[in-house]
């Protein structure tokens, strides 16, 4: 069985892979990986090493301790700040603050 971090690394994998606009194989030659181990990854069908990581990271021209950014293990009291984390990762910067922008103000009309 592949842990939960595995399947978020692979999900965060896949989300800059395909901003970058690159196939699995493409990746994987880039980061002298193979293409299908990359799927494997994505899928979180395999627990990657650091290394295997780190090469992936270097070949999006991510910073290795992005994919790990917010990655809180056990229980359901941080799933909804993960999750909009998730949501929010994927959009260009000024989209995030437009709807970080709408949060605050929400909350603001809360505080009333």
Do not use: W
């Not at 399947?7 to 880039?30: A, F, P, V």
């Not at 002298?32 to 990359?38: R, V």
């Not at 809180?72 to 998730?86: F, H, L, M, R, S």
């Amino acid at each position: 069985m592949v842990s939960d971090i595995s399947r978020i690394i692979g999900e965060r994998i896949r989300m800059y892979r395909t901003r970058k606009h690159l196939s699995q194989d493409k990746l994987g030659d880039r980061a002298e990986l193979n293409g299908a181990y990359i799927g494997q990854l994505e899928r979180g069908e395999r627990n990657a090493t650091l290394v295997s990581i780190e090469k992936v990271a270097r070949a999006l021209d991510v910073p290795f301790e992005v994919l790990f950014e917010n990655i809180v293990g056990g229980g359901t009291q941080n799933e909804i700040p993960k999750a909009c984390y998730d949501l929010l990762t994927p959009l260009p910067v000024k989209e995030q603050r437009a709807i970080f922008e709408l949060i605050k103000k929400a909350m603001d009309y809360k505080n009333v």
